[in-house]
């Protein structure tokens, strides 16, 4: 079955960086978009960002736009993000996604497997 294992989640200082990993087995990693979204305590799972299976179009959320960067290495089976000037706001779990198909999507209903998730705590 679909696995997708993610890591590098820890707290940091306001302004510092972070790059968390992902690491799917299960399915033809190079064949489907992937996607981050991100949920605070008391909130509903926010998109965050999405790449598509070759990497070459990536969608952010408005906030974090200019901050984070996705990436992936389907040699590896591996989607990164990078989160720069990270912020209070950006306190969350943070969850990785495989796509319904190869192309890149901001939407909840267009991922079908998911990670158990990642904690990111940003103190002021």
């Known amino acids: 079955q679909v696995q997708l294992v993610e890591s590098g989640g820890g707290l940091v200082q306001a302004g510092g960086s972070l790059r968390l990993s992902c690491a799917a087995s299960?399915?033809?990693?190079?064949?489907?978009?992937m996607g981050w979204f991100r949920q605070a305590p008391g909130k509903e799972r926010d998109f965050v960002a999405t790449?598509?299976?070759?990497?070459?179009?990536?969608y952010y959320a408005d906030s974090v736009k200019g901050r984070f960067t996705i990436s992936r290495d389907n040699a590896k089976n591996t989607v990164y993000l990078q989160m720069n000037s990270l912020k209070p706001e950006d306190t969350a779990n943070y969850y990785c996604?495989?796509?319904?198909?190869?192309?890149?999507?901001?939407?909840?209903?267009?991922?079908?497997?998911w990670g158990q998730g990642t904690q990111v705590t940003v103190s002021s």
């Open positions: 996604a495989t796509g319904r198909s190869a192309y890149a999507s901001s939407l909840y209903q267009h991922y079908d497997y």
């Open positions: 299960g399915r033809t990693f190079s064949s489907y978009a």
């Open positions: 790449i598509s299976w070759n990497g070459r179009n990536t």
